[in-house]
C-alpha cells in the first residue's frame, strides 16, 4: 500500500526564520504531489503543488523541492510569520492508485514570535 | 461562492445509530470526496465520486455509505454508527481539469 509519512510531527521557529518541512513517499509512481496547510478546526488548504516532472517549485515564500531519487520531498517557507503556525501536509498521487490521494500524518507547525 | 460547505459541523450519535453527513459545492466540480482525520494519522479516504450517479470506494469504505444524485452534492451515510467511527469527517472536491482538492470546513462526529 501506499506510505506517505514525514519526518517530524512537530517544528518549532523563530518568526522570521525559514522552515523546512520534510515528506516522504514509497510509491515510486507517484507523480504529484501537494502540500496542504490545515488551521485549527478549519479544512486543508492547498499550498503549492508539484509534479514529477519537476525537481523545484515556487510560490509566494514557499518552495517545494522533490527528489525523485530517494522519494523525498520538502517544502521551505521563507520568514516564517505567526500566521504559519499550522499542521502541514503532503499528499501523493498517481495513475497507478486511481487518482486517488494520500495524505501524510502531518506536521506540526509552531512559529515564535 | 461558498465552495465546499459541509453539514452539520457537530454531531454525537449513540452507538447503533443512522445519520448523513451533506456535502455540498457550488464550484461545478466533477470529482468529489469523503476523508476522515484521525489523531497521528493522514486523512483516510472513504469513499468517492467521478461524477452525478457515480461512486467508489477509498481506502476504508466499510460502515459507510455514500450517493451522488446531484453533481453538487455528495452524502456520506452512517448505517449503524460504532465508536471507531469518532473522527472529523472531511469533504473535498475537484474540477476534472486540476488535481487540487478544494475542503470543507469538516465535520466532527462522536459516537458514544
Known amino acids: 500500500g501506499e506510505s506517505v509519512g514525514l519526518h517530524l510531527p512537530t517544528l518549532s521557529v523563530q518568526e522570521g526564520d525559514n522552515s523546512i518541512i520534510n515528506c516522504a513517499y514509497s510509491?515510486?509512481?507517484?507523480?504529484?504531489f501537494i502540500w496542504y496547510k490545515q488551521e485549527s478546526g478549519k479544512g486543508p488548504q492547498f499550498i503549492i503543488d508539484i509534479r514529477s516532472n519537476m525537481d523545484k517549485r515556487q510560490g509566494q515564500r514557499v518552495t517545494v523541492l522533490l527528489n525523485k531519487t530517494v522519494k523525498h520531498l520538502s517544502l521551505q517557507i521563507a520568514a516564517t510569520q505567526p500566521g504559519d503556525s499550522a499542521v502541514y501536509f503532503c499528499a501523493e498521487t498517481s495513475l497507478n492508485t486511481g487518482n486517488q490521494f494520500y495524505f501524510g500524518t502531518g506536521t506540526s507547525l509552531t512559529v515564535i514570535p | 461562492n461558498a465552495g465546499v460547505t459541509q453539514t452539520p459541523k457537530f454531531r454525537v450519535l449513540k452507538t447503533g445509530q443512522s445519520m448523513t453527513l451533506l456535502c455540498a459545492q457550488d464550484?461545478?466540480?466533477?470529482?468529489m470526496y469523503w476523508y476522515r482525520q484521525d489523531p497521528g494519522m493522514g486523512l483516510r479516504l472513504i469513499h468517492y465520486?467521478?461524477?452525478?450517479?457515480?461512486?467508489a470506494k477509498g481506502e476504508v469504505p466499510d460502515g459507510y455509505n455514500v450517493s451522488r444524485l446531484k453533481k453538487q452534492n455528495f452524502l456520506l451515510g452512517l448505517e449503524s454508527a460504532a465508536p471507531s467511527q469518532t473522527s472529523v469527517y472531511f469533504c473535498?472536491?475537484?474540477?476534472?481539469?486540476?488535481?487540487?482538492?478544494?475542503f470543507g470546513p469538516g465535520t466532527r462526529l462522536t459516537v458514544l
Open positions: 510509491n515510486s509512481a507517484s507523480d504529484y
Open positions: 465520486s467521478v461524477g452525478e450517479g457515480t461512486t
Open positions: 464550484m461545478n466540480h466533477e470529482y
Open positions: 473535498a472536491s475537484r474540477p476534472i481539469s486540476t488535481d487540487t482538492q478544494y
